[in-house]
């Protein structure tokens, strides 16, 4: 399965909101390596709570529409 096919639901909610890996990584002072090492489900976010409600804001969502987990089943399985 490719990147491509595996579409993490951070990828949804941040193309939903029209925000570039870019601006999500500024919101949340963290480099746009690091957001596309979460989109990937490489690296799963440990947010401060600043971070979560800036994060909701950008994306123009609710908490309960955040994931609770990055990783897949299946690359959780693979790690």
Do not use: Y
Not at 25 to 52: S, Y
Request: hydrophobic share 40%.
């Amino acid at each position: 399965m490719t990147d491509e096919e595996v579409k993490s639901p951070l990828v949804e909610l941040r193309k939903r909101a029209g925000v570039t890996q870019k601006a999500v990584a500024d919101a949340l002072g963290v480099t746009d390596h690091t957001v596309r090492n979460w989109e990937k489900g490489r690296e799963e976010p440990r947010l401060f709570i600043w971070q979560v409600k800036a994060l909701c804001n950008l994306l123009h969502c609710e908490l309960e529409e955040l994931p609770d987990h990055f990783k897949s089943a299946n690359k959780s399985a693979e790690a």
